[in-house]
């Protein structure tokens, strides 16, 4: 989800239960989106690729780690003055308990926001780096970001609170609807394919076309196969792929799973895997290396491949 909606949700929520705090809960929703403050560390020292972009800030530990520097600086008066004079308008968070618990709220929103959108964030690190997504939402969707400006533009003009509360609650309902209605497409998606060929397991990860949907079917561990469909006019892409989750080229096996095992503890091909959504691998021998590369063919969030070199002793 984007910065307008991370910002809004909290909000709108916290102001139809009438909570006097509620910009705390706004705050804290976009609180840990600055993680690209730290993006820089994942570059520098890739064994550290949690640094990143819905990474460590994004989970219910360091999520409440974050937040809580976040409302100190917000609430220091030389950055409390800057948003005052920025923004016209009373800026009245104070760093106590309460603030801190509403902005805390405001991450939880923001969480599972990012929950429902494709890539997944690691919600329980550092206990578990595993990424969680409902896959339901594309990373960015360009409607609810649009929507979301506008309703903060209208939010911000002097109008009489009931309208504002129109349009909060008009706001929500749609980010609701929409919600519903990819989860709808989604069901209907998959269970609209004929599984054949020994592929036995399928899902669907979204596209910024609300009725469009790239399909995985898997056989369970060696090849899958995708495509996109589309879910209104209940028709496939014409372009149907197949992969091997394995492919060894001009060598042994054993020593081509030696090379692959030791590639795989590299911190820059733990990065890769980590952000893939599927990691398949080809193995190839030549000029006593192998070359060893991993890809994504949905594309993960940073490259869509990586290229390492094993050489044998």
Not at 3 to 17: C, D, K
Not at 19 to 45: P, R, Y
Not at 220 to 228: A, P, V, W
Request: with cysteine.
């Amino acid at each position: 989800m984007d910065l307008f909606t991370h910002f809004l949700v909290p909000f709108i929520i916290l102001n139809l239960l009438k909570v006097k705090n509620k910009f705390s809960g706004a705050f804290g929703g976009i609180s840990i989106d600055f993680d690209f403050f730290l993006i820089g560390i994942g570059f520098i020292a890739p064994e550290l690729f949690i640094f990143s972009h819905r990474g460590i800030t994004h989970s219910f530990i360091f999520g409440f780690v974050t937040v809580v520097i976040f409302i100190y600086i917000l609430t220091r008066p030389a950055v409390k003055s800057f948003i005052n004079k920025l923004t016209k308008r009373p800026f009245n968070v104070e760093f106590n308990a309460e603030s801190v618990s509403f902005a805390y709220f405001g991450v939880i929103v923001h969480l599972f926001l990012d929950y429902l959108t494709t890539g997944g964030i690691p919600l329980f690190y550092p206990i578990s780096l595993t990424r969680f997504s409902a896959n339901i939402y594309y990373y960015t969707d360009v409607f609810t970001t649009l929507l979301a400006i506008a309703v903060i533009i209208i939010l911000y003009l002097r109008l009489q609170h009931k309208y504002k509360k129109m349009v909060m609650f008009s706001f929500l309902m749609i980010i609701i609807s929409l919600g519903g209605i990819r989860a709808y497409e989604k069901i209907d998606t998959i269970q609209s394919q004929n599984l054949s060929d020994g592929y036995h397991t399928i899902t669907a990860y979204p596209t910024n076309d609300l009725f469009t949907w790239k399909v995985v079917e898997s056989d369970g561990g060696t090849k899958y196969r995708y495509y996109t469909y589309n879910n209104l006019k209940k028709e496939n892409s014409t372009e149907i792929r197949e992969v091997s989750c394995l492919t060894i080229q001009n060598g042994p096996y054993q020593e081509a799973h030696d090379a692959i095992k030791y590639a795989d503890n590299l911190p820059d091909v733990r990065k890769f895997k980590w952000s893939s959504h599927y990691t398949i691998i080809n193995a190839k021998q030549e000029s006593g290396k192998w070359v060893i590369t991993y890809s994504d063919f949905l594309g993960s969030r940073g490259q869509d491949c990586i290229t390492v070199n094993v050489f044998i002793s």
